[in-house]
């Protein structure tokens, strides 16, 4: 084997970005499952992790880890004393996933790391690739933890005393994987930030775009709604003297879409009856209600709609109503000026694009807390992710990571 | 201590009655709950009936078990000949139970019993205390099975075979308990059989009555409805493009007061939303429907009137939605004679009274296929039963017991 002549400019290598997604992608595949199950603090999310602790270690990446988890991986500058360029997202995954959703951002990074390497250059300030822990939340809320803590938003200690749906203690199950770092999160604030990622929605398929500049990011109200009626016999009650907790539930669920107007997204994903037997009006109903609206104004009148929903029903039906506040995140305006960075490389590359709103939360709108932060969208076959079909063609997966590699280069004016 | 005067005259012995019901009620009590959980074939089950034979044996009944573990206790007649008078009910329970469902009637048919035994008695024909198999069907499906087989309803290879909703198979588990025996069931056809048993509605304390003359029992239909739509982001999947099958499974259920009209009873006690995560639009629901009514014709409009709401709203929103029947039993009546001479029994004795419908499903529906049959029903109080709230107060329980013994003593033509 002879060694690669080194380039003089900045080129994407493809076939090593492809091949690491697909590799990252088959750890935590189960054998009944289709897809992989990386959840956070997980062994499956530590041997994700191992994994590309390998990979940075192979491109000579200085590696740090913070107390919350974060890694973070940099390429020294010529001028180590600026704060660095952090291209970010996570590896943590949902039940069941796709191998893209976060991934395909951190590796991205590696990428453009790879192809400095590989140009013999050094970016003129240090690029840090980060994978932020904890991204999607289902074992410990909130989710996008890890960014969250990196900014400032969560106090440290409170995110490593998180206790997960199985019981366990953050904290411990991070030390458990070994990677609780010693670095204070956030103890260096970059000068700015970007993000990759599938769209996980189907606009920019639907009308045959490569590229997403992402401009703002919705606001996320997250409720956990708790019905409490009373237990009867299905047989001998009477419809109108039953106090039935799964009945009102399910009409609150199914008004939902009177809830969701002016483009606000609801969504109820959880829901469990007690005790959830065929002939017993249930004594309880348990569900989940996912708003989402880039207004915060909007936002806040759908909170105030299902508030009124709930309360009337309750009313009406003699039943007791309580709503937890999960998650709360108000509407993101990433850096206009980013934005306009990430449009003018695609406009550069001939790729076809359009200025958006992420549905979805990401790192990226918890980095924007402390520096100009925005994102980059490929196309989401059928819009479909949190699923094993999640799916973007290899073309634009290497489209995204050329715009990527094209802003950081204008960004530190290199070649 | 001397021996009790024999009576020459049946009387009821309530104190002994009330004692046996608080202490089976004590059998299956969880540290953790109020109620007791005495699922059918489980440990508490076993220590239920074991219970249950010792009190038997102490009053020297004849005590057979069938093949599908129905128990039956026999105080022998003068002319031993002829067919039974039978009284039953069961000893099972749902989770976290009242201690009266069931029990009450198959401890009311010891206390007759004991009245021949005090008395110095023999019946003029053989009197049968039955405690069925299975009654509740929390484990195992069809529900109150072990009449259903003894009546020849379901043959008892088939109801062996049974696989329950924890894996196991019912004929090991009734070996296991040490109640497979070796009766065949249904080998002796009674010549007529009373059951009583709570109301669990709130008819007759509604009305301030104390005794309910049970001439019919409402049709039974039981499915299992499973929505089949897509699993997405709920983040950026807009409202109008998603197939959301918890929104559908919540629509349908929300609509059950339309399906139910003119009494129908229709009831979804079974929710559940897969993969179940908060920001994943449910790729799956499934929920259960009860419905019943006394009038099959009823009944089947409102089965024709659900399946044409699940078409119509699957087609709307481009799920698949597949029903599975679970359970059908069509309305019984009872036998008109009996059920005069329930109320008979109820005027002599003073007491308040009114000829019903049983909105819950009984082994007496099942023995009505073989043999003249009829119930007597006491107040539930606020009409509640399974669960631990179930109560009704002790004059009443011995009112009904009353009505019962009297009903058996005009039957067999006794003092």
């Known amino acids: 084997m002879c060694p ?15 091949c690491q997604i697909r590799l990252l992608g088959e750890i935590g595949v189960e054998p009944d499952q289709d897809g992989r199950t990386r959840i956070a603090l997980t062994d499956a999310d530590k041997a994700g992790r191992d994994q590309l602790l390998r990979w940075m270690d192979a491109l000579g990446l200085e590696v740090k880890i913070d107390r919350i988890g974060n890694i973070f991986g940099t390429l020294r500058a010529a001028d180590d004393q600026q704060a ?6 996570h590896i943590d995954s949902v039940a069941n996933a796709g191998a893209l959703d976060g991934c395909y951002g951190v590796l991205a990074g590696l990428a453009v790391l790879r192809a400095y390497r590989e140009a013999g250059l050094s970016p003129s300030r240090p690029i840090t690739v980060a994978a932020f822990t904890n991204e999607e939340g289902v074992r410990y809320q909130p989710d996008m933890m890890g960014s969250l803590v990196y900014a400032g938003g969560l106090d440290v200690e409170t995110a490593l005393n998180a206790v997960g749906t199985d019981g366990t203690r953050l904290g411990e199950e991070l030390a458990r994987i070994g990677y609780a770092g010693d670095l204070e999160p956030g103890a ?40 409490k009626g009373s237990a009867n016999h299905a047989g001998t009650t009477p419809m109108h003297l039953r106090h039935d907790a799964g009945w009102v ?5 199914s008004q939902l879409r ?22 017993v009006i249930p004594r309880k109903a348990t569900f989940t209600v996912d708003l989402r609206d880039p207004d915060e104004a909007r936002l806040q009148a759908a909170e105030r709609r299902l508030a009124q929903l709930v309360a009337r029903i309750a009313d009406a039906e003699g039943v007791e109503i309580q709503s937890a506040q999960w998650v709360r995140f108000q509407p993101v305006v990433f850096d206009a000026g980013l934005a306009d960075a990430i449009e003018a ?71």
């Open 4 to 18: 690669r002549p080194a380039s003089t400019s900045l080129n994407l290598d493809g076939e090593t970005l492809l």
């Open 84 to 89: 660095p360029l952090m291209i970010g997202s």
């Open 188 to 227: 260096q604030v970059p000068h700015e930030y970007l993000e990759l990622h599938i769209e996980q929605g189907p606009i920019l398929e639907a009308e045959g775009l490569q590229i997403g500049v992402v401009e703002n990011l919705q606001g996320i109200s997250w409720q956990q709604v708790t019905v």
């Open 249 to 253: 539930a399910s009409s609150v669920i």
């Open 258 to 279: 009177e809830i969701a107007v002016d483009g606000t997204l609801a969504t109820a994903g959880c829901m469990r009856f007690e005790p959830n037997l065929i002939n």
């Open 345 to 415: 490389s695609a406009s550069r590359l001939g790729l076809s694009h359009r200025r958006m709103t992420s549905g979805a939360g990401h790192d990226a709108q918890m980095i924007a807390r402390i520096a100009p932060a925005a994102m980059i969208f490929v196309p989401s076959q059928d819009g479909v992710s949190h699923n094993p079909r999640e799916h973007t063609g290899d073309d634009l997966l290497l489209s995204g990571a050329e715009v990527l590699l094209d802003v950081v280069r204008h960004r530190l004016a290199q070649p």
